[in-house]
Nanobody, 114 residues
């Protein structure tokens, strides 16, 4: 049974940091492209960051220089380190696994507010 379980969301002040984790199970994690998406009410889900099986990464322009994604294949986990958070980063963040098929987590809420 495929599972993606995100954790690490919460309330943080502007300028603060959070680290999201996504624990995967039920598939060969190391083969998959792992991505982080986010979504706010009334908007489409948008790609934030992805990391390929070989470790190369891609980021949305809005988070470049502030967010870093990494993966630990031994732990079947992908991470999103978010620094210098802004109110506009407030969203539900979803973990995605892709390799011909798409798997999604249920999301974790990040709220950036003073």
């Amino acid at each position: 049974q495929v599972q993606l379980v995100e954790s690490g969301g919460g309330l943080v002040q502007p300028g603060g940091s959070l680290r999201l984790s996504c624990l995967a199970s039920g598939f060969t994690f190391s083969d998959f492209v792992m991505s982080w998406y986010r979504q706010t009410p009334g908007k489409e889900r948008e790609l934030v960051a992805l990391i390929r099986s070989g470790g190369s990464t891609t980021y949305a322009d809005s988070v470049k220089g502030r967010f870093t994604t990494s993966r630990d294949n031994a732990k079947n986990t992908v991470y999103l380190q978010m620094n210098s958070l802004k109110p506009e980063d407030t969203a539900v963040y979803y973990c995605n696994a892709r390799l011909l098929v798409n798997y999604w987590g249920k999301g974790t809420l990040v709220t950036v507010s003073s």
